[in-house]
Every structure is written in C-alpha cells, then in structure tokens.
C-alpha cells in the first residue's frame, strides 16, 4: 500500500497515510518526468570576491542560479592561481534559467565583466 500524496510505504494492515490522512492505493501511479530547464549564462569571473558579490545578489533577488565550475577550481591542485581561476576548467560561469535572464542581467549591469583577479 502506498501514499499518493507522499509516496510513503505501509503494509497491507493500514488504510490511510498518517503524515497525509489520505486514502492509500495499491500502486503508485509513474511519476511525472522532470521537465527541463533551459539555463543561460549571465556572468562569469574568475574573482571569487565577485562569485561571492554575484551569490548574494542573485539570492537576494531569489532568482535560481548554477555556478558552473565554481567546485571545480581547485581540481588536480592547481587551484585559482594566475590567472584567478583553474585555467583547466575555465572560470565561474553563474547561470540563471532563460525566463530570468533579463532580471539576472540587470542585477548584475554594475559589476565588473573582465577582471583579471581578486586584487
């Protein structure tokens, strides 16, 4: 028996789902396919002071990022030197999905594109 709310598991003895108080089911029905996001890049920087600034403005905001290598600039120990990033895997690319691009971008319009490092 089965939750069709929250999917939980019971044995045949129960009835109803007690966190939901919902009627169980003998089979859950397929979950829906997760429909996909179509993200654009709106900033990147190899200066973590700015993928700090970038967080907290685009959280601030509450407009959903991913930040593209940022947990990648220390891989095979060369970390963000010289060139302020991981020459390896590029820099911190921020990526919002493409409904809040022109939001991001204008959250975004006074920060510094091309810096070369945090100095």
């Known amino acids: 028996m089965f939750c069709p709310s929250c999917r939980d598991e019971y044995r045949k003895v129960f009835l109803t789902c007690a966190d939901c108080g919902v009627a169980l089911v003998e089979e859950l029905p397929p979950e829906p396919e997760p ?3 179509d993200y654009v890049t709106v ?3 190899g200066s973590q002071s700015l993928v700090a600034v970038v967080r907290s403005i685009l ?5 959903p990022y991913v ?4 947990t990648l600039q220390n891989l ?3 970390g963000p030197i ?6 390896a895997m590029g820099p911190v ?3 919002v999905p493409r409904e809040r691009e ?18």
């Open 102 to 119: 022109r939001e991001a971008r204008e959250l975004l319009t006074e920060l510094p594109y091309a810096e070369d490092d945090d100095g």
């Open 43 to 45: 900033f990147e920087t």
């Open 59 to 63: 959280d601030g905001a509450q407009v």
């Open 82 to 87: 010289g060139a302020g990033f991981n020459v």
């Open 93 to 95: 690319r921020f990526r």
């Open 35 to 37: 429909e996909a996001i």
């Open 67 to 70: 930040a593209k290598n940022e």
């Open 76 to 78: 095979f120990g060369m």
